[in-house]
């Protein structure tokens, strides 16, 4: 068992450096809390997916892996 939860603490913590990898490397898509208002058009509308989006997606990804793979640690780990 605790192989299990060795294993899961390594993925965890890859987990991590990569989600703080991608979050750093996301542009900004605007300038401070009131751009939440503003209605600008776009997104997947657009055609082909851009950098920005991709990286969303991947954020998207990671930010879910990273959370199950928490409670499987702290559920094994009981």
Same mark, same amino acid.
């Given at each position: ?7 899961l603490? /390594? ?9 703080? %990898?991608?979050?750093?490397?996301? +542009?900004? !898509? ?8 503003? +209605?600008?058009?776009?997104?997947? %509308?657009?055609? !082909?997916?851009?950098?920005?989006? /991709?990286?969303? +997606?991947?954020?998207?990804? /990671?930010? /879910? ?10 559920a094994v +780990?009981?």
């Amino acid at each position: 068992m605790s192989i299990l939860v060795a294993l899961l603490t /390594i993925v965890l913590f890859l987990l991590s450096i990569s989600l703080i %990898f991608v979050v750093v490397v996301q +542009n900004p !898509k605007s300038e401070g809390f009131g751009s939440g208002v503003q +209605n600008t058009p776009g997104g997947s %509308f657009r055609g !082909k997916a851009g950098f920005d989006d /991709i990286m969303s +997606n991947y954020t998207r990804i /990671i930010a /879910i892996a990273w959370i199950a793979t928490a409670f499987l640690v702290g559920a094994v +780990n009981r």
